[in-house]
């Protein structure tokens, strides 16, 4: 049977979230849909989240007491929280133990949780356990961390996976606070997106406060061998003993960072903004967790030269955890929002050049996936504005969101001049602080604040174009890069007859190497991409975003050479954007193939479910 899912979610927060903190301007009552939550807030809405946990390395599991605080209608009869693979023990209500009744499994949404309550109910309390297809989860050996002597846990709520590990009313447009016990295994240091602790103590007890409210998806929680490094007054590094030097290195220059966002849009909320490395197997660049952004170390190129990633995590302070896309069919005003405040972050500190590098990269990957894309039937998908009823949210996580975002974004910058376009976002992150956003009412506040303002015109069916129509507009801005033609120009040499070694690479930064080696056309024979190879070492880079684009020419090219790197890298890091462009190249070729399902057959127990669930598909894979 399928089931009809609706949830209706209130935009206004209840106002005992906001306790403390600035009052939410809105009492905007309209009402809007999650597809993605079981949840009726408009019933019953979660105000606050006290968790107690045990995590059990033995077992694989977090045993937890989760209290949920609730605002009620007048006429409540029941809370719904959205759960998935969790084992319900019991729920009491208040202080009484109550039958509560668990929903039919949806393959994305798991299992609605609900409990009998009244219009006075303050509370209610559930105790659980995750089970071992907690898809948030990934409990790795110690063989899997930089240290091999002791575990490590780390969780992905983003998008729908928060209810896979407590249960929650796991919706981006309901915010709540939180504060949590976590005892874990004495050797080892718990971590939450929230307060954190600096060190290790005996018992192994933490406690955790996140005094501003947030959507389910940015709960997260670490368990690990973690040290911590300061690098400014309210900012900081963890990871694993043998990273933290190195990370420590790497994001040096987190401080200018953080200024150079508050300079561009307001203050930091968050008060500290700390970073933690992961192990290899994290399936994503980053992840916004608030005050605690996550991290693959596949950035760690020892030269500061992907630290972009970061500026795209911290911009998220901002896009995305101030001001929250209300559903996932708005994903791209999180995502948009955060890659064009990222880029005003890079050119403020390393120069217009630089960052229109970036800005030409992206667009590269952005005009062929919109190709992709169509061709193979989503074309609907390259619309801003996302129908992702009944399908998993993770449909949406393309460069849609992002870059098509980032230009939609620029285009209105570029219409209007920057200034008038900063006084507007800056004004919109302040007065939509700790709330959500469709995209309609985006546009509205865009008519309003940006155009008529200013005593302008908006060009409304433009902007329908942008928000509504597939692919691109025509008229769309196109980021272009002088050192990028220079590097078109050295490649042309090398295509007729110069030697590798006679280019002129000098000072090449790893954007300009990442354009040559994308450049690299289909007809290279095995002796030049060797030739290339010798000269520049790019078999061997340490620089995960080239060695990545290399290894997808050396498939592309049979290139063998490059094969034994490609497989120890394949088995040695879960981060899904690198992984999915190899796998599908080899599962395109004529020579790999195969290869892709032996080494996957490796390679796939160090992945988390975020990754195995993008790659089962890919590689027609038989669990
Ligand atoms: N919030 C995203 C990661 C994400 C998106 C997780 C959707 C789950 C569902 C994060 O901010 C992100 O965009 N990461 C990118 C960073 C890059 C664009 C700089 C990544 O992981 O590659
Ligand atoms: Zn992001």
Redesign the pocket.
Known sequence: MKLKIVALISIMLPACAMEGHEESKKTNKETIMDQHSYAKPAESVVTHLKWDAVVDFENKKIDGVATLHLKNSDDAKEVILDTKALNIEKVLVGKKEVKFTLGEADKNLGSALTIPIKSSTDSVTIYYSTSEGAEALQWLTPMQTAGKKHPFLFTQS??ILARSWVPIQDSPGIRFTYEADVKVPSELLALMSAENPQEKNDKGEYHFVMDRPIPAYLLALSVGDLEFEPIGDRSGVYAEPSVIDAAAYEFEDLEEMISAAESLYGPYQWGRYDLLVLPPSFP?????NPKLTFATPTILAGDKSLT??VA??LA?SWSGNLVTNATWNDFWLN?GF??YFENRIMEKMYGRDFSEMEASLAYQGLVAEIDDMKNNGSGDDTKLKLDLSNRNP?DG?TSIA?DKGYLFLRSQEEKVGREKFDAFVKDYFTSNAFSVMTTEEFIDLLDKNLYQKNGLIMDTAKINEWIYKPGLPTDAPKPTSDKFAKVDEQMSRFLTETEASDLDVEGWSSQEWLHFVRSIPANLTKDQMKALDDAFGFTKSGNSEVLTEWLVQSIRHNYEASFDELIHFLVNTGRR?FLMPLYQEMVNSECCASMATSIYATARPNYHFVSTNSLDELLNYNK
């Open positions: 983003q998008a994503f660049g980053g992840m916004e972009s990633l795209h995590e998220h995502e955060t890659v993770d996580v992002y954007k």
